[in-house]
Structure formats: structure tokens, C-alpha cells
């Protein structure tokens, strides 16, 4: 079945620091790609998605793109914030799924001033 | 844009008393919504696909009988945990997607603010 796997956290950052938090899939067909938000205290909210390969889904500074060959649809974000601090769930919706969402696993981002 | 609401956001019930949770779709009809439940750090677990006008469908592993789903209407969907304990403790949270059609696996779900319940 669909499965995403996404690097385990906590991950910790400085302000303004690089981030990359990776993400890879394994689906069949060609299933549309999402990373969404938790905030502390709150409930999920769309990032961005991708729902073709090569297609970059952007917001807020994040970036993801959606690769194919390699199954993956890394996060990046080039300066994070502390208001960046957050859990981050990268998730597929498989054309052959229905209207389900499969979550990867969630990744905690720490960023420190 | 599209705006999902639960309610109530979070409750504290005793064990043995029923929990109902409610989940609107506020500016758009949603035939079909979610229901996840969120442990402390872990991802989220889906329950069960909520459809408009018919019996919920429930994931391998989930009491039917225990977490009850009611989709009466296009825009709302309710969970009720009966004779909650304390290990159904957790964070519950709803979604509906806001555009059908054949492909409606390239919409995104919208999520509510989740609840969170606490059994004592």
C-alpha cells in the first residue's frame, strides 16, 4: 500500500538557517503530494502541494518539488524563523486511494533566535 | 477559502460519559469527511471516512461502536465517543475536502482546529 516516510525530528535551527526536511513516497500510480503545518496548539493546515511530477509547490519561503525518479518531495526553506516552529507532515493522496490522505510519520522543527 | 470548524476545541469528560464532537464545513458541501485521531508525538491516524447519508467506513483496528459517526448533512459530520476512558484521551481532528469531482485526490483536505479530549 502507500506508505511516506519523512526524516524523524526533533530538528533543531537557528534563525535564518537552511532547512531541508525529507520526505519520500512510495505509491502506485501518480499520486498528488502535500506538506501541511501544525502549529503548536492547533490543528493541520496545507502548506503546499505538488500534483504532478516536477512540479514545485511553493508558500511562505517553503518549497517542495516533486520528483519522480527519486520518490521524494523534500521541504526546504532557505532563512527559517522562529515563528517556523512547528510539526511538519509531508502526505499523499493516490489516485487509487479514494479520497484518503496517508501522513508520513511528522517532523518537529525547533527554531532557536 | 475553504474553512472547516470543529467543535468544541478541547472537553473534559468523566469515565463512562459520551463525548460528542462536531465538524462543519462552512462555506462549501462536503459528501465525504475524515476523522483522525493524533497521539502525543506521533502522526496522525485515520479512523474513519465519514460519508453524507450512509454508514461511516472504519479502519481496520477502530470500534465502530465506540467512536460513532453520524454525516447527516453536506456540512456537518459528528464523532461521538461513548463510554470514553481515559485511553481515549487524545486529539481528534476533522477534515473534508472542498472540491469533488473525479480527480478531488489533487485537492487538499481542510482541516479543523482539532479537540481535545481528556478522559479523567
Known amino acids: 500500500g502507500d506508505s511516506v516516510t519523512q526524516m524523524e525530528g526533533p530538528v533543531t535551527l537557528s534563525e535564518e538557517a537552511f532547512l531541508t526536511i525529507n520526505c519520500t513516497y512510495t505509491a502506485t500510480g501518480y499520486p498528488s503530494l502535500f506538506w501541511y503545518v501544525q502549529y503548536p496548539g492547533e490543528g493541520l493546515q496545507l502548506l503546499l502541494k505538488?500534483?504532478?511530477?516536477?512540479d514545485k509547490g511553493s508558500n511562505k519561503g517553503f518549497e517542495a518539488t516533486y520528483r519522480k525518479e527519486t520518490t521524494s518531495f523534500h521541504l526546504e526553506k532557505g532563512s527559517v524563523q522562529v515563528s517556523d516552529s512547528a510539526v511538519y507532515f509531508c502526505a499523499l493522496s493516490g489516485s487509487n486511494a479514494g479520497n484518503m490522505l496517508t501522513f508520513g510519520g511528522g517532523t518537529r522543527l525547533m527554531v532557536k533566535p | 477559502g475553504a474553512v472547516v470548524s470543529q467543535h468544541p476545541s478541547w472537553v473534559i469528560c468523566k469515565s463512562g460519559t459520551s463525548v460528542k464532537i462536531e465538524c462543519r464545513s462552512l462555506?462549501?458541501?462536503?459528501?465525504?469527511m475524515f476523522w483522525y485521531r493524533q497521539f502525543p508525538k506521533q502522526s496522525l491516524m485515520l479512523m474513519a471516512t465519514s460519508n453524507e447519508g450512509s454508514k461511516a467506513t472504519y479502519e481496520q483496528g477502530v470500534e465502530k461502536d465506540k467512536f460513532l459517526i453520524n454525516h447527516a448533512s453536506l456540512t456537518l459530520s459528528t464523532l461521538t465517543v461513548t463510554s470514553a476512558h481515559p485511553e481515549d484521551s487524545s486529539f481528534y481532528i476533522c477534515?473534508?475536502?472542498?472540491?469533488?469531482?473525479?480527480?478531488?485526490?489533487?485537492?487538499?483536505?481542510?482541516f479543523g482546529n482539532g479537540t481535545r479530549l481528556t478522559v479523567t
Open positions: 477534515s473534508a475536502r472542498s472540491e469533488a469531482g473525479t480527480h478531488s485526490y489533487n485537492s487538499p483536505l481542510h
Open positions: 505538488a500534483t504532478k511530477a516536477d
Open positions: 462555506d462549501f458541501q462536503a459528501t465525504t
